[in-house]
Nanobody, 130 residues
Framework: QVQVVESGGGLVQAGGSLRLSCTAS???????????MAWFRQAPGKEREGVSC????????HFLDSAKGRFTISRDAAKKTMYLQMNSLKPEDTAMYYC????????????????????WGQGTQVTVSS
C-alpha cells in the first residue's frame, strides 16, 4: 500500500552537508498527509536509532539529541517527499539511513524505537570521513 524510497546519501567530509530524500508511493485512495514519517539510522554493530520524526502536517518535529541544531526535517505533500537536511556532519553520523512511515500515532513517546512504523525503505548510506 505504501512504499518509501530513500535517496541522497553519499560520502562527505566532516563538517559537510547532505540532504536525504524519501519519496512515497501510495496506493489509490491513500494520501501522503495521512502518514507520520521519520528517519532512522543504523551503524555497523549498533542498534537502530530514531534520528528525527515529523507529524502528518509537518508542524511537529522531534530530533535525536545528537541531531538537534544540525539536522532539519521537512516534508512536501505535493511531492510526497520527506527531507532530512544534515549539516555539520560528524564521523559518528556514518550509518545507513532509513525512511519510515506509519498511519497511526504521533512523534511522541518512544517513536524512536521504530516499533510504531509499518513501512520502511531500503536505506541510503551516509559516510562521513574525518
Amino acid at each position: 500500500q505504501v512504499q518509501v524510497v530513500e535517496s541522497g546519501g553519499g560520502l562527505v567530509q566532516a563538517g559537510g552537508s547532505l540532504r536525504l530524500s524519501c519519496t512515497a508511493s501510495l496506493a489509490s485512495g491513500l494520501t501522503f498527509e495521512d502518514y507520520k514519517m521519520a528517519w532512522f539510522r543504523q551503524a555497523p554493530g549498533k542498534e537502530r536509532e530514531g534520528v528525527s520524526c515529523i507529524d502528518r502536517s509537518g508542524s511537529w518535529t522531534h530530533f535525536l539529541d545528537s541531531a538537534k541544531g544540525r539536522f532539519t526535517i521537512s516534508r512536501d505533500a505535493a511531492k510526497k517527499t520527506m527531507y532530512l537536511q544534515m549539516n555539520s556532519l560528524k564521523p559518528e553520523d556514518t550509518a545507513m539511513y532509513y525512511c519510515a512511515a506509519d498511519k497511526y500515532g504521533y512523534c511522541t513517546g518512544s517513536w524512536w524505537r521504530g516499533r510504531d512504523f509499518e513501512y520502511w525503505g531500503q536505506g541510503t548510506q551516509v559516510t562521513v570521513s574525518s
